[in-house]
């Protein structure tokens, strides 16, 4: 995997919104945050727009202009890292029409999670690392004094990769293993299953996470793991947080997401920081990650 140019003071940083639209004070945060850690903050055209589609849907712009600005951060001598604003639905509009060899070319940081996970999927098939971790509202809310914003700044300057450890569970399996990391949220990447730019594949050590998906319907991803013959192969599993499903039965969750992976012998870490919570921790995708599961603790050390 290609490890993009680590940033300098005065590199620029740009803020796009490639999905749903965000509020400007977080844009605001952002940029006061970017510049506070030494660098130019530089804004998409169309980062603050709105636009509405299918009466229920509402994006930055239309795909296009969404795609423009991504274009725009992509061949951008100044740009050296790309910050997406927010996640919300219209990323998988753009993968098709990234060019995947200008970007191994060129490669550039890009930082998201949730609906962003489907560019992540477009830099681990350009063979780019790139990092899963919270966007302009974590920024807004918390600055650059905080684990999370630490993290990301010590990973794009090249000083140092993480290593997590938490609790452990009373759903975890123990064991230990060596492997690529790849993930993000669940339901954006099963939608795309069987296509170039999938990324759960056998081998891998796959984290998971998503948000206002019921039991039934994370259960019914699983299945089609299972069924494609994905889900028995992984060399590990990390389960991050599932929020705001119906009665927000947590239990019921992860009891699930446990019996589904009963048959299989790979290490499975529960509970992790992981998702749309206000500690949503940064991985960076793409890198080997080593996870230890034992019955004190979990350990996750990420390795270039």
Same mark, same amino acid.
């Given at each position: 995997?290609i490890?993009?140019p ?5 590199d620029?940083?740009?803020i796009?919104?490639?999905?749903g639209t ?8 952002a940029?006061n945050a ?7 903050a530089?804004?998409?055209?169309h *980062?603050r ?5 299918y009466e229920?849907v /509402?994006? &930055? !712009?239309p795909?296009?202009?969404r795609?423009?600005d +991504? ?14 604003s927010r996640?919300?639905y ?5 993968l098709e ?5 200008a ?10 999670f949730?609906d ?6 477009a830099w681990?098939?350009a ?12 920024l ?8 999370t914003?630490r993290i990301n700044?010590?990973?794009?300057t090249?000083?140092g990769l993480? *290593?997590?450890?938490i609790?452990p569970?009373?759903?975890?399996? /123990?064991? &230990? !293993?060596?492997?690529?990391i790849t993930?993000?949220? +669940?339901?954006v990447?099963?939608?795309l299953?069987?296509t ?6 056998p081998?891998n050590?796959?984290?998971i996470?998503d948000v206002a998906e019921?039991?039934?319907?994370v259960q ?15 060399a590990?599993l990390?389960?991050?947080q ?6 927000d039965?947590?239990?019921a ?21 992981i998702?749309?919570?206000p500690?949503?921790v940064?991985?960076?995708?793409g890198?080997t990650? /080593?996870?230890q599961?034992?019955?004190?603790a979990?350990?996750?050390? +990420?390795?270039w």
């Amino acid at each position: 995997m290609i490890i993009p140019p680590f940033l300098k003071p005065g590199d620029g940083v740009a803020i796009i919104s490639p999905s749903g639209t965000v509020l400007s004070e977080r844009v605001d945060g952002a940029i006061n945050a970017i510049e506070q850690w030494g660098f130019h903050a530089i804004e998409g055209e169309h *980062t603050r727009e709105q636009y509405h589609a299918y009466e229920v849907v /509402t994006h &930055s !712009a239309p795909w296009q202009l969404r795609l423009d600005d +991504l274009r725009w951060a992509l061949n951008d001598p100044q740009v050296k890292a790309i910050l997406c604003s927010r996640g919300g639905y219209g990323a998988v509009h753009l993968l098709e029409h990234i060019d995947l060899d200008a970007l191994a070319r060129n490669p550039k940081w890009i930082i998201g999670f949730s609906d962003i996970s489907a560019l992540h999927a477009a830099w681990h098939r350009a063979g780019v690392v790139s990092i899963h971790s919270p966007m302009a509202k974590h920024l807004w809310l918390n600055g650059i004094d905080n684990e999370t914003s630490r993290i990301n700044y010590n990973v794009i300057t090249g000083s140092g990769l993480p *290593t997590y450890t938490i609790a452990p569970h009373h759903h975890n399996r /123990t064991g &230990s !293993a060596t492997a690529t990391i790849t993930g993000g949220n +669940l339901a954006v990447l099963m939608g795309l299953l069987a296509t170039p730019f999938n990324i759960i594949k056998p081998g891998n050590i796959l984290f998971i996470e998503d948000v206002a998906e019921q039991v039934y319907q994370v259960q019914r991803l699983l299945y089609h793991l299972r069924l494609a013959g994905i889900l028995p192969r992984l060399a590990g599993l990390i389960v991050g947080q599932f929020t705001k499903h119906r009665g927000d039965d947590t239990s019921a969750m992860l009891d699930m997401i446990s019996d589904m992976v009963a048959p299989y012998s790979y290490p499975v870490a529960f509970n992790f920081h992981i998702g749309h919570v206000p500690r949503n921790v940064p991985i960076v995708e793409g890198t080997t990650a /080593t996870l230890q599961v034992t019955a004190s603790a979990t350990t996750l050390a +990420l390795n270039w």
